[in-house]
């Protein structure tokens, strides 16, 4: 439809005259800095990709030259037997109300840390012990918890609640906080220049523009504590990943399809849920 | 030749507020026309309708005609009953738009954002991969000198102050190359030399190059000064269509005046307007 | 089949050991030499992935536990060669039921009483001590369904039903000597907490799988090397230091037949278990429980031989 | 009394541009100061730096003196040496800042965003948990009524117009009810009528509540007509500051022309200023 | 310092003439849908956190009453035993490369889909579906995916980097798609309107908006890939996590503590290395 040199023809005539009067044009300089320690970092990369390429013991080909066990593999899971759900269902439930105070909790100690953790709302002094101590949270393995708090709370779903809780709450206060360093700083520097302290700064300038994605967050982690297995395992709490789990390791695999279909299904929801809530803030 | 920009009884509702109101209006090939009327009338709607980047009302409720709603842009339907028309992308780089809010992206550099106004000429694999030529790029510093910003080209869209912002998208624009040129509000933020400068220039490429420019404008010095032809919106309707010399104070006055709420009207309208040649009027003493 | 180059050695955590790749690390060496060819371990603390692996030719020789290796033999077409040994020369470990010291239960009838005021920390379902051994001799041969005796039944692995039982948040729970023996020597004080209130039969130890489809020069060539591990050559000092860091004494020979008790066990768990099913068709769950009964006719007659 | 701003001695150093150069001012309570200068001139980082929103260089290199970098609003400090007032926040609630981007929070209504114009004065709490009484908020409703936007009250800030959205900002800043009130470029994309309603507003709290006012303005008729007293910048210093009335065309000429690559001045200047009385120097005919 | 009666007294003289000829002001109405839609919401949400309550069983009173059980659980920990350094050394290495391949490739997976699953990007045609093919790479258990691949490749780290490839890409491609349906539309429309095709759009409006956020999630999951153990232990590709497994069930808890602090520095290093990448693109 339209050509370049048509186009270039007509356009020195838009920016009319060249030569003559204009000065000299110069494209601005490369940061020169910046440059190098870009293409210093991709050299690394690729350096530890190279690297990890050994250890991972890589063999593409074989993924290709196997696909029939795979295929034989997967034809166990089918047909799926839903024979047992009432089990199914009621475990679904079980891990659906742990995970829903595991998930609850986890927000409600977030959304301070997260916030805290943020380099543009908090000063470094907060900030830098506040991610440590999120780290750790996250770090510390679930299952070091689960029998932390079996100790205290004895057996069961409260001790999953317990051990969710905290290791979810530092993953989220890391996602939450980086969303709100993403954030756009006009919109709070209008609420800062009324005078309004740090907290409300917060409140009506951060939180509107972080909610999508914090509520996007939240329903994610709600979803992956309803599929664990893990933690709920340790603590002989019971749930829909124990019942998978066990599933697997008894190759009953006609019943394994029958459960992840529900899970499926539970994310499914879950994830349109969050759709739903986020157009409803967006 | 035909005519550059044919919309035909267009209406936009905004759940229930009507932005814009079965609206006609023809601009033929080569013509600069000054888009005018109070804040909230609805020249944004209109210009972003014009270039497909909004779609018009499923059907005009004010027309009786089959073709409500239908936007012609270079021969071309853009979109016609809220339905955008497939082939708009082509059609789209041969408009170019200067938004009222600049819409930069605010992490790349103003150069990289000046280029980007070539993305809809050049090998889509080119643009995709970000590789301009160095040509392309001296396109773009010569469209950043004209309007007096090639010194920034390196610096970041977000660091750059409001009148800088608002040149570099008129320096994209004008990098595009278009057909027709939508400008909205092009010279709000801009000082008066700035200001004078970029009407200048797209008066040019109007003169020169033959390009149809349709310019929303709030100081109708400037439009009365720039443009041939005048259209006036008010509240969402078409109130005045005809040379900029024939527009009158008073009609201004009701232009501006009669939107509901915008209250009562003063002679300081015109002088605003018109400039101020007794600063002796001045309302209040200074106190220093 | 074709001669091995490298031989896939698949190690898993079982119930009764602990899996570190260091202490393994001399047995392997050893191993690569006299076998003449690669041996390439990997430890995985789950067993699913290893016999899924030796049923596509992925996994050529295995070390399981009892549940475990009855899989692979029923489901990965493998087969039971040789047997570990305790290094203190036990050939198993025992199943059992703990409680807490200051608890007034002492002896298995305490718990068959049904008073619904106990809480049990079951072991995890494929567990053999945990789950299996206990259900059948502690409950069925008493007639005890544990979910209509017990105020609360929980699953949980060994570790975690110790401590529960250590910090009385149940009353009791099952467990098995050697994981009984690593809490007396890492966790003492939750171990003076302890006390054992039924022992089981004993558990056969460990068994060693491999392929069924390796060929017989090489399950040859690997039962010698097992089997004289200590026993036969020059080092025979230096082997069995190597295998009593591993907690273990020289190998004894075995076969699919170790596997029988277990196998009875596991039946009788699916017989009871499609007895309560209520949603099956009545004629399809009698013809299932004849076959299993038939299996079990079966399995008593080769276990005595 | 004392002076409602002081600057001492700033500068302000973005890498290596320097947008301020040892700038000093004093501005005495309940005057109406305009800021004029061309784009990128460093209005708006005067503006964001007396708020205390930004902070200046650390040491004022121009500056002999020990109080380099100091700037004093309502005789407490907000800033000295690039260090901020600890303080600052109290400060702030009597400072109303109206910003050139508007920086209203998208995702709430436009009542929100104005009545949150309260929360620098209202018992930390309450504004905390959003409780605001029917009251304030019948005070936001009064002073989007002064802006001629009341009917808006319940759409989301990012739904409004360009010109809407600026009102929105005035609205938050008057709800305010500051001592000083700095305003960055109020009326650039306001129609006429609205401008000149924004400016009366700001005239008349200056002159009937004793306001102190700095304004930028791009359009010097309004710097003339409204404030007795200019300032002007070039390239960040302070080139001009007197009384509005001697602002002469040859100045300004010089003010917008010599910035560098702002290139030739010529007579459209004071005409585009001074209103265009004769349509008919048109430099385009219309093709239509 | 400033009071609110003597600023309301400013004020009214601010906003002038209160009542005469300024027509009735009016507080704009509730939104009556909305209002109902997010009460119901919070009366069913309220709910739910009742009901599961029970089913959770509640009781954070014992966390308090047994204190002390868990003080003593904690004492345990200490002092931390590094003697096997050398090892957990040489597994972290594993892990990270393992780790390394598996998010490198989910995250070239995740950005397609992740694209295509956003609303505001792609047509509902093509997010659905998407969508739906993401929450089940999410919800089908790692462990399912460990053995489908074990079967192909045999058991090794390269099961572990194809199971972890396609559980993070579900994960990641969810968390992805819902950064781009939260930017700021504007920019986009600027590129739209220069005629550039739809991938253009991406590359210029889009991702140079998303990319903060983008990196932080592969970060995040880069991370708790390396703390994974479910995957790698069902492979035998052993790695840190599998060795703090196995710590854990034999109660060697000096050791325990010492690998959680190797996994706490790294994690924290890993934070370090996302805040200053981020900071570079922000
Ligand atoms: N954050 C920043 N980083 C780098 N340079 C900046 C930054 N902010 C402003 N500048 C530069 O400082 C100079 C002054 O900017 P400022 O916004 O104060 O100008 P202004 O007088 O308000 O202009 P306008 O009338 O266009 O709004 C400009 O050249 C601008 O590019
Ligand atoms: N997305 C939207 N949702 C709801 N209302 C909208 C939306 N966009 C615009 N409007 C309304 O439509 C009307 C016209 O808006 P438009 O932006 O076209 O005005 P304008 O003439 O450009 O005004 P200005 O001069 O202030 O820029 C305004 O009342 C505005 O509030
Ligand atoms: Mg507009
Ligand atoms: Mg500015």
Redesign the interface.
């Given at each position: 439809m339209t050509d370049i040199t048509q186009h270039n023809g007509r356009q020195s005539g838009q920016f009319g005259t060249p030569g003559g009067e204009s000065k000299s044009l110069e494209l601005p300089p490369r940061d020169l800095k910046r440059s190098v320690t870009s293409l210093l970092g991709w050299g690394l990369f690729f350096l530890v990709l190279m690297w990890s390429w050994e250890g991972a013991e890589m063999r593409p080909l074989d993924l290709f030259i196997y696909a029939g066990n795979m295929s034989e593999f997967a034809a166990g899971f089918f047909p799926p037997d839903f024979h047992e759900w009432p089990t199914f269902l009621e475990q679904m439930l079980i891990t659906v109300q742990i995970a829903v105070w595991g998930t609850v909790l986890s927000v409600i100690c977030a959304i301070p840390c997260g916030v805290l953790s943020a380099e543009n709302v908090a000063p470094w002094w907060i900030v830098q012990p506040m991610r440590r101590l999120m780290d750790a949270a996250r770090a510390i393995n679930e299952m070091v918890f689960a029998m932390l708090f079996v100790v205290a709370v004895g057996l069961g779903p409260f001790a999953g609640v317990l051990a969710l809780w905290i290791h979810t709450t530092g993953i989220l206060a890391k996602l939450f906080s980086e969303a709100v360093e993403a954030i756009d700083p006009r919109p709070v520097e209008g609420i800062r220049a009324t005078g309004a302290g740090k907290v409300q700064e917060v409140i009506f300038g951060v939180i509107p523009q972080v909610m999508p994605l914090w509520i996007s967050y939240s329903l994610y982690r709600f979803e992956s504590n309803v599929r664990s297995a893990t933690v709920l395992g340790i603590v002989g709490a019971g749930g829909i990943g124990v019942v998978l789990w066990e599933y697997i390791r008894g190759f009953y695999y006609a019943e394994t399809a029958a459960v992840i279909i529900i899970i499926i299904a539970t994310v499914t929801v879950l994830d349109l849920i969050s759709q739903r809530l986020r157009k409803m803030v967006l | 030749m035909g005519s550059a920009i044919k919309v035909d009884g267009l209406s936009k509702t905004?759940r229930k507020h009507r932005a814009l109101n079965n609206v006609s209006l023809t601009v033929?090939?080569?013509?600069?026309v000054a888009l005018?009327?109070?804040?909230?009338s609805g020249k944004?709607?209109l210009i972003r309708l014009i270039?497909g980047?909004e779609r018009g009302d499923k059907t005009g409720a004010a027309s009786q005609a089959g073709n409500s709603g239908r936007i012609q842009v270079l021969g071309s339907p853009v979109q016609d009953g809220g339905q955008l028309n497939r082939s708009i992308?082509?059609?789209?780089?041969?408009?170019?738009?200067i938004?009222?809010?600049?819409?930069?992206?605010?992490?790349?550099?103003l150069?990289?954002n000046v280029v980007?106004?070539?993305?809809?000429?050049?090998p889509?694999w080119r643009?995709?991969l970000?590789l301009f030529t160095?040509e392309e790029?001296?396109?773009a510093?010569?469209?950043l000198?004209?309007v007096?910003?090639?010194?920034?080209?390196?610096?970041r869209a977000s660091?750059?102050?409001?009148?800088?912002q608002?040149?570099a998208?008129i320096a994209?624009a004008?990098m595009?190359?278009a057909e027709v040129l939508l400008a909205?509000?092009p010279i709000?933020?801009?000082?008066?030399?700035?200001?004078?400068?970029v009407m200048?220039n797209m008066?040019?490429?109007?003169?020169?190059?033959?390009?149809t420019i349709v310019v929303s404008l709030?100081?109708?010095?400037?439009a009365?000064?720039?443009c041939?032809?005048t259209v006036a919106l008010r509240a969402g309707e078409v109130v005045y269509d005809g040379?900029?010399?024939a527009l009158t104070p008073s009609f201004?006055r009701e232009l501006?005046?009669a939107d509901?709420?915008?209250?009562v009207?003063d002679e300081?309208?015109s002088?605003?307007?018109?400039?101020?040649?007794a600063?002796?009027?001045?309302?209040?003493?200074?106190?220093? | 089949a074709e001669k091995l180059e490298t031989l896939n050695f698949g190690i898993i955590s079982t119930e009764s050991s602990q899996n570190l790749k260091t202490v393994w690390d001399p047995f392997l060496a050893d191993m690569e030499k006299k076998l003449g060819m690669k041996v390439k371990a990997f430890f995985a603390p789950d067993y699913a992935g290893v016999i899924e692996g030796m049923r596509f030719n992925k996994v050529d020789v295995a070390w399981f536990g009892n549940k475990s290796a009855m899989e692979a033999v029923d489901r990965a077409g493998g087969e039971v060669f040789v047997q570990t040994v305790d290094v203190t020369g036990n050939p198993g470990y025992w199943s059992l039921l703990l409680a807490h010291k200051d608890s007034k239960l002492e002896k298995l009838e305490d718990v068959l009483s049904c008073q619904g005021d106990l809480a049990f920390g079951n072991g995890d379902p494929n567990s053999t001590s945990g789950f299996l051994v206990p259900s059948y001799y502690v409950f069925a041969q008493n007639n005890v369904d544990p979910k209509n005796c017990y105020k609360t039944v929980r699953s949980a692995n060994h570790e975690t039903n110790a401590l529960a039982v250590a910090n009385k948040q149940v009353d009791f729970a099952t467990n098995n000597t050697e994981s009984l023996s690593r809490i007396k020597e890492n966790n003492p004080k939750a171990f003076e907490n302890l006390k054992i209130i039924w022992q089981s039969p004993l558990i056969p130890a460990d068994p060693i799988v491999y392929r069924t489809n390796l060929s017989d020069e090489t399950k040859a060539q690997l039962k010698a090397f097992f089997l004289g591990y200590g026993r036969l050559g020059t080092d025979v000092e230096k082997e069995k230091k190597i295998l009593a860091d591993l907690q273990w004494a020289p190998f004894r020979d075995s076969s699919n037949a170790q596997l029988y008790p277990i196998r009875q066990l596991q039946l009788f768990r699916d017989k009871v278990k499609l007895q309560g099913d209520d949603r099956m068709d009545a004629s399809e769950r009698n013809s299932k429980i004849a076959g299993i009964e038939e299996k079990l006719d079966t399995l008593k007659i080769l276990a005595n031989n």
């Open positions: - | 905004f033929d090939r080569g013509e600069m005018i009327g109070a804040s909230g944004s709607t270039s980047l992308r082509n059609l789209r780089a041969r408009i170019g738009v938004f009222q809010q600049f819409n930069l992206v605010n992490r790349l550099s150069l990289t980007l106004g070539v993305l809809g000429r050049i889509a643009g995709t970000g160095r790029k001296m396109l510093m010569e469209a000198r004209r007096g910003m090639d010194q920034y080209a390196g610096q660091t750059l102050s409001g009148g800088q608002q040149r998208a994209r004008l595009q190359g909205d509000e709000a933020s801009l000082d008066p030399e700035s200001a004078r400068r200048e008066a040019r490429i109007n003169r020169e190059d033959g390009i709030h100081q109708v010095a400037y009365m000064r720039y041939p032809r040379p900029s010399e201004l501006y005046g509901s709420e915008e209250l009207m300081t309208l002088g605003a307007i018109h400039g101020v040649e600063p002796q009027q001045m309302p209040i003493a200074a106190t220093a | -």
